[in-house]
């Protein structure tokens, strides 16, 4: 069974089910805890992870990944987040938004892999490396990496497209970005420091500067 929820301000919408959506229903968002108490039963949960319309964070985005947190760990089941935008104004003006919302939550869940993200521990590099990069100085990109003892100061920018990596990032105080486009307000970088691929940070890199990719 999945619990799919929208997590709102005041209110939160809940949909439960495997393939279908089996029961659907609104809960006030002080009394959510005790609510999904009583479902030990659950598999996952899915968490609508409002992003921008342009797809980057905001504040509302951090709020909700730091409710999925709390959620796995205070029950230790899986927890996912999947991108909700759109899914609140389709039913705009509706007085079920809450639990309509819910339900394309669990839909888009059980219908595709697609943007999709699960709250999962970070991949750490070793003490030495990390070391060896926080000895780097001038403006520094630290992209796709989930390590956050790679980010020493105010000099760092963060780029990271896993929603809850970059919400550990955002919670040590670093402005992370997850618009490409974002980065040249920022750049150019005198390092760039990427986990996987690189081509795509190379256009933002100083002309002296160095790219290294772990």
């Known amino acids: 069974m999945f619990l799919a929820i929208d ?49 980057r964070y905001s504040e509302q985005t951090f709020k909700v990944i730091a409710f999925a947190e709390r959620l796995h760990k205070k029950y230790g089941k899986r927890v996912y987040m999947i991108d909700e935008r759109l899914s609140s104004k389709i039913f705009k003006g509706s007085k079920d938004v809450d639990r309509l919302s819910a339900a394309e939550i669990f839909d888009r869940f059980v219908s595709s892999d697609r943007n999709r993200y699960e709250i999962r521990p970070p991949s750490k590099l070793s003490d030495e490396t990390v070391a060896e990069l926080n000895n780097l100085t001038g403006k520094i990109l630290i992209a796709n990496l989930s390590d956050t003892r790679v980010a020493k100061d105010e000099n760092c920018v963060v780029y990271q497209v896993d929603p809850y990596y970059a919400y550990l990032f955002y919670k040590r ?14 750049a150019p970088f005198d390092m760039i420091v990427a986990g996987g691929s690189c081509e795509e940070f190379r256009t933002f890199l100083r002309p002296s500067g160095k790219i290294l990719c772990l």
């Not at 997590?7 to 229903?25: M, N, S």
């Not at 009394?31 to 319309?53: C, H, N, Q, R, T």
């Open 7 to 55: 997590y709102g301000e005041a209110r939160c919408g809940l949909a439960l089910g495997e393939r279908l959506v089996a029961k659907l229903w609104t809960v006030e968002r002080e009394k959510l805890f005790s609510e999904l108490s009583k479902f030990p039963d659950i598999e996952a949960y899915v968490v609508g992870l409002p992003f921008s319309m342009s797809g």
């Open 173 to 186: 105080g670093f402005h992370v970005e997850r618009d490409l486009k974002q980065l040249e307000n920022s």
